[in-house]
Structure formats: C-alpha cells, structure tokens
C-alpha cells in the first residue's frame, strides 16, 4: 500500500529517530500517527534496547502487539530518550501537543527523559504556535470554570466532545491564542485549579527536531 506525502514524511522522520536510541536502554514513547511509524520501526531492532515506557494505552498497545516490553515509568530510574510528535513546532523547539489527547502522560514522560525527539513532517513547522487548538486535559468538574478563566486569558476553549482521557479526564481545545510568549501561556494555564496540564510544550521543549521534507529529513536543534 502505498502511502501519501504526509505519512511518508512522517515513517522518514520517525525512522530516523531510530539513530538517537541508547543501546540497551528504556526508550520513552510517544502518542499519534506519526509516533505508530517509530514504533513499527522499533520492532525491527528489539534486541538493541531493554523496552519502553509509554505515554497512552494506545501506544502500549501497538508497543506490545510487537512483543517489546512496557515498564511503569515508577520502575524506570534512566530514561536517556523520548521519541514523539507535535501538532506543531517552532524555531525553539517549542510545541504545540496533544492533538491525540495524551498531553499529560507525554509531559510527564518528557520531564524524566535526558533528550526530547520530536518527529514530524514539515507541516508541523511554524513561526508562531497557536493555529493549532491548544489542547488542556481538566478535570470534569472543573471544565465550565476552567474554560471562563480561559476567555480571561484571550482564548476560546471548546471542549472536545466524547472524548475521555486515559486519566479519565476531559479535553478543552483552545482557540486563537495569541501567542507571544508560549512559556508563561503554559505556566498560566497550568495555574488554573482543575486543570491537569496543557498541551504547551514551552518550558520542557523539544532538544533535538526532526523534520522530514520531500528532499528528505532534517534534523534541527
Ligand atoms: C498526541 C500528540 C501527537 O504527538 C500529536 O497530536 C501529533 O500527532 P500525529 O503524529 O498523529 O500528527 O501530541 O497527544
């Protein structure tokens, strides 16, 4: 079968992040389209790693499916690597994430590892984060007065409907941010009670970048 522009872009960004693995160590996983192409390459070279850690039940799924091991991140003392996508990505490397819901195990996941891989085609790349909805996981109760202080902030939430998180939590997309400094929208947000994280990736950004093109991939730190 063959596949279109956009996902060959995505199966020659996420191929290449195979060059970042640490021999027979934990690798970090992320979530989304793009994150499934590492995953189906990673299954090819089990015995250069011990397993992984996931950041959603669907990747643990596909994960496991090829018989590589999934640790408890609890259990896990060294994560040298993360490998995940972004709905978008600027020159600093910061992201926009979550368009698959799984911003907060990603996040956390993207504390604890020593380097952040992001894999993504060149639509991904942006001047300026915000097109994109930024997504916030909130706690059901909490979601009306949530999405108020969110129109305090200038955005436009909209909640994102039947869908659950693996946390059990809901989703609000906000709309038209106007973003001018991503790190203090992130720390903003996250001061909101109720809300569990945000899907700004400013703070904790990405520390090495790889773009694939139509002329081939690209890697940018
Ligand atoms: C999931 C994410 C994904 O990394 C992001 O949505 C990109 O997904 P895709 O690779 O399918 O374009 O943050 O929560």
């Given at each position: 079968?063959?596949l279109?522009?956009?996902?060959?872009?995505?199966?020659?960004?996420?191929e290449?992040?195979?060059?970042?693995?640490?021999?027979?160590?934990?690798?970090?996983v992320g979530?989304?389209?793009?994150?499934n192409?590492?995953?189906?390459?990673l299954?090819?070279?089990?015995?250069?790693?011990?397993?992984?850690?996931?950041?959603s039940?669907?990747?643990?799924?596909?994960?496991?499916?090829?018989?590589?091991?999934?640790?408890?991140?609890?259990?896990?003392?060294?994560?040298?690597?993360?490998?995940d996508?972004a709905?978008?990505i600027?020159?600093?490397?910061?992201m926009?994430?979550?368009?698959?819901?799984?911003?907060?195990?990603?996040?956390?996941?993207?504390?604890?590892?020593?380097?952040?891989?992001?894999?993504?085609?060149?639509?991904?790349?942006?001047?300026?984060?915000?097109?994109?909805?930024?997504p916030?996981?909130?706690?059901?109760?909490?979601?009306?007065?949530?999405?108020?202080?969110?129109?305090?902030?200038g955005?436009?939430?909209?909640?994102?409907?039947?869908?659950v998180?693996?946390n059990?939590?809901?989703?609000?997309?906000?709309?038209?941010?106007?973003?001018?400094n991503?790190?203090?929208?992130?720390?903003?947000?996250?001061?909101?009670t109720?809300?569990?994280?945000?899907?700004?990736?400013?703070?904790?950004?990405?520390?090495?970048?790889?773009?694939?093109?139509?002329?081939?991939?690209?890697?940018?730190?």
């Amino acid at each position: 079968m063959s596949l279109s522009p956009q996902d060959a872009q995505k199966k020659a960004a996420a191929e290449a992040a195979l060059d970042f693995l640490q021999p027979g160590s934990v690798v970090g996983v992320g979530t989304g389209s793009t994150v499934n192409f590492f995953i189906d390459a990673l299954a090819q070279r089990k015995h250069q790693f011990e397993g992984a850690v996931s950041s959603s039940q669907a990747s643990t799924e596909r994960l496991q499916a090829h018989g590589i091991e999934v640790f408890d991140l609890n259990n896990v003392a060294e994560l040298p690597v993360y490998v995940d996508g972004a709905d978008e990505i600027n020159e600093h490397l910061q992201m926009v994430k979550g368009g698959g819901g799984a911003l907060t195990r990603e996040k956390i996941i993207a504390a604890v590892a020593d380097k952040f891989v992001c894999v993504v085609d060149e639509s991904k790349w942006v001047g300026r984060l915000g097109t994109f909805p930024v997504p916030v996981e909130v706690i059901p109760m909490a979601r009306s007065y949530v999405a108020r202080q969110i129109v305090k902030l200038g955005g436009d939430p909209e909640w994102r409907q039947g869908v659950v998180t693996d946390n059990g939590n809901w989703i609000l997309d906000v709309h038209h941010f106007d973003i001018l400094n991503a790190a203090e929208l992130e720390r903003q947000l996250n001061q909101i009670t109720g809300v569990v994280t945000n899907g700004l990736f400013a703070n904790r950004n990405a520390d090495v970048a790889i773009v694939a093109t139509a002329n081939g991939t690209e890697t940018r730190k």
